[in-house]
């Protein structure tokens, strides 16, 4: 098999269209020869439209059933033995096709270094443990990708905590809520915690390729609404994650940086007491925003609970002005702020200090 071959069938990224026949007749082709299969190392297929077959059949009369094209992808995928990089569809409402992709991963078939799974795929993190428990030594990373969910707070930020001392852990969702839609078009991308200071997040070309393939529209890769996450006293760590995200994307226009707050004293009002620490460590951030300043508009700081809950920090109005003041001389592309007290400002040349209450 020639090198030319070779190198055509190690990236698989394909939108898997039930009434283009040309898309479902790859399958059977991979299917049918094992040898091409063994030759693909990282496997992005998609479905067009959750597999709405009905609806194709109504409309192009020959298309094939939902069962035997994800029959087939299963087929494919058990023959791809070199397969290291692997983003698993997102067929709505098909549990079983799950299981079965769950239990291919478990046999240990093809060794992952990288895994994007849907969250509603991983079968309880107790199943997809037991899935993975295979690749150890080589998964470096897992990305959960979400429908029509925002924000990951609670549950869901706790769950992921569960993967994140092993691996570089991340979140995509294509929602975007009411408040930001005017804002940003672009999917949510969310950094998924940085809980360790010798984490991998971001720290490698590989987990920025898997949050780039994560995303459904490739078109919107050029301006994702990124949400980074980590524990306030690792806050060091997000220059380097805004260096490797800048670099990665062309444009970075709406970003979220949330702090995950130590023990702390909560006012009557749930508001937290003034934080020295606190406020310094917003200041360094700050100042790593020259990295996305070029194209970031949007800019929202947050104080969390370690259980996933808003923490609103208490800062005083010269320490919210300083802030500003950081903020226009660092990032002067910016022309929305949250500030960690939940204060909404907006760029304002008519303003004593150039920001106004939104």
């Known amino acids: 098999m020639s090198a030319s071959e070779a190198a055509l069938y190690e990236n698989m990224s394909t939108l898997i269209d039930p009434h283009e026949p040309c898309t479902v007749e790859l399958l059977r082709m991979l299917a049918r020869q094992p040898r091409k299969a063994a030759l ?55 549990h079983t096709f799950y299981g079965d992709i769950l239990q291919i991963i478990r046999s240990g078939v093809f060794k992952l270094k990288s895994l994007l799974i849907p969250g509603e795929a991983s079968g309880g993190f107790a199943a997809l443990d037991e ?66 200071a010798l984490s991998p997040v971001c720290d490698t070309d590989l987990y920025m390729r898997n949050i780039q393939h994560a995303l459904w529209n490739r078109d919107e890769t050029t301006s994702p609404w990124i949400v980074i996450t980590c524990l306030q006293q690792l806050h060091f760590v997000i220059p380097r994650v805004l260096q490797h995200l800048a670099a990665s994307f062309s444009d970075v226009t709406s970003l979220t940086i949330q702090l995950i707050s130590p023990a702390s004293t909560v006012t009557d009002d749930h508001v937290r007491a003034r934080d020295t620490d606190s406020f310094s460590a917003w200041v360094a951030i700050i100042a790593s925003l020259a990295a996305v300043e070029r194209s970031l508009t949007i800019l929202v700081l947050a104080s969390l609970l370690n259980e996933g809950q808003s923490d609103e920090l208490f800062l005083n109005e010269d320490e919210e002005r300083e802030l500003l003041r950081h903020i226009a001389t660092r990032c002067r592309s910016v022309r929305i702020v949250t500030l960690p007290t939940g204060d909404e400002y907006y760029l304002d040349s008519a303003a004593k200090d150039g920001w106004s209450v939104m």
């Open 40 to 94: 693909v190392r990282s496997c992005y297929m998609t479905f067009c439209r959750d597999l709405d077959v009905i609806f194709a059949r109504r409309k192009f009369g020959r298309s094939p059933p939902a069962p035997d094209v994800l029959s087939l992808y299963r087929d494919v995928l058990v023959r791809m033995v070199n397969l290291s990089t692997l983003r698993v569809p997102m067929p709505t409402g098909r």
């Open 131 to 196: 899935a993975v428990a295979s690749h150890a030594g080589t998964l470096r990373s897992i990305g959960f990708m979400y429908s029509r969910i925002g924000t990951l707070t609670g549950d869901r930020l706790n769950s992921l905590t569960h993967f994140a001392d092993r691996y570089s852990t991340f979140a995509v969702s294509d929602y975007v809520d009411s408040s930001q839609s005017a804002l940003s078009s672009g999917p949510a991308v969310y950094l998924y915690p940085i809980l360790d």
